[in-house]
Structures are given as C-alpha cells and as structure tokens.
C-alpha cells in the first residue's frame, strides 16, 4: 500500500488564489520531507526542505513567501501556494524520509497537478 | 554542466529486448545512485539503489556505477510493455537531496 499520501491529486484555481497541498507520511514518522516541483518533459526540481518543528529551508530561486511549508507534525507537511499565477502551474510531489534512516529510503508520494487559470 | 544528465529518449524497443538506461554525472562525492520509475503523473517509484561503484541486481533489473567514470547504467532485461514508464537516475547528495536527471522515457511495444 501506500506509504505516502498526497492530496489533492490534482486543481485547477484561478489566478491569485492560494492553494494547500498535503502530504502525509502513513507509516512511519517523517523528520524530514522534501517538496519537488516537475515541469513537463523536465527533471524533478528539490523546491525545498520541511523539517519538523523548524522552519523549512529554501532552494536558490524559490520564494519562501509565495510557497508556504508547514511541517507542524511528525507525519504530516503542508505546502501552500499563495497568489498562484499561471506559471505556478507544474507537478508538485513531496517526498518523506523516515527518523534514523539516510536518504536511500526516501519515498514519493503520488504528486499534485496545479493548474492556474 | 548539469549535476546529471541523462538522454531524454523516448527509447522504443520490443517487448522482451535488453534496455540500458545511462547517466552521467559530475560530483565525484556522490556515494549512493538511485533509479526512479515515473508513470505520467504520478510520483517516481524507487526501483532500486547502489552504494559507490559496482553492480546490484533485483530480479529483472541491474544497476551499475562506475565511479571512475562518473557512469551511471540500469538494464532492464525480459522488457515488457508494462516497463513503459520514465527512469529517473538519482544520486544522492548532502543533506539527503536527491539530484534528478531529466529521465528516460521508454516505450515498450508488444
């Protein structure tokens, strides 16, 4: 079964709304979960870090302010995009990484489609 | 220079040919390398990993890395139509950051 659950699976909002997406680890507690974003045809980009507890740490070029984490429990992370534009439209896909293990044992969740009208 | 580049394909073979996927990469301090399978619009998928240099097998699959090289190969053998998917090579940096290449995509005919 799945390990990690994300919803939605996929939105369509329009421009200048803000939209949640979840990400909940099933069977394990998730010290740490990572949010990616994939255009079409293009690699999965690491957007940033969510650590339980703390503040999330950002990738070079990603706006903290426009792209919300919340990471306020072991098992479950929050990413919201504020004032979603239509270039904000991409694949959004978190990951979790189980407590004490490194990051060969990292696993996806089934991703977000955003699409900003 | 990307961290990772791979050649985005599409690779089109018959079904129960003998695929190989390559990476290269440029971080010499790359210790673990993953493969990923990604279905259209869904998450990848963990096929399996290596530790440093060498080959590890898992039933149909075979991955390979040649440090020296910076080389990275998965074989698929037997394929099937239902190995039609994208293979992401990913190794792994610091702080457990995967570094993505774009991915292959592979259609299998039958």
């Known amino acids: 079964g799945a390990v990690v659950s994300q919803h939605p699976s996929r939105v369509i909002c329009k421009s200048g709304t803000s939209v949640k997406i979840e990400c909940r680890s099933l069977?394990?507690?998730?010290?740490?979960m990572f949010w990616y974003r994939q255009f079409p045809k293009q690699s999965l980009m690491l957007m940033a870090t969510?650590?339980?507890?703390?503040?999330?740490?950002?990738e070079q070029g990603v706006e903290k302010d426009k792209f919300l984490i919340n990471h306020a429990s072991l098992t479950l992370s929050t990413l919201t995009v504020t004032s979603a534009h239509p270039e904000d439209s991409s694949f959004y896909i978190c990951?979790?990484?189980?407590?004490?293990?490194?990051?060969?044992?990292?696993?996806f969740g089934s991703g977000t489609q955003l699409s900003v009208l | 220079q990307k961290e990772v580049e791979q050649d985005p394909g599409p690779l089109s073979v018959p079904e129960g040919a003998i695929v190989s996927l390559n990476c290269t990469y440029s971080?010499?301090?790359?210790?673990?390398f993953m493969w990923y399978r990604q279905y259209s619009r869904k998450g990848p998928e963990l096929l399996m990993y290596?530790?440093?240099?060498g080959n590890k097998e898992d039933g149909r699959f075979t991955a390979q890395v040649d440090k020296s090289s910076k080389y990275i190969s998965l074989f698929i053998r037997d394929s099937q139509p239902s190995d039609s998917a994208t293979y992401l090579c990913?190794?792994?940096?610091?702080?457990?950051?995967?570094?993505f290449g774009t991915g292959t995509r592979l259609l299998v005919s039958p």
């Open positions: 290596t530790y440093s240099s």
């Open positions: 069977d394990f507690q998730a010290t740490t």
């Open positions: 990951s979790v990484s189980p407590r004490r293990t490194g990051g060969e044992k990292l696993f």
């Open positions: 971080n010499s301090a790359f210790q673990y």
């Open positions: 990913a190794p792994l940096g610091g702080f457990q950051k995967l570094v």
């Open positions: 969510s650590n339980e507890g703390s503040k999330a740490t950002y």
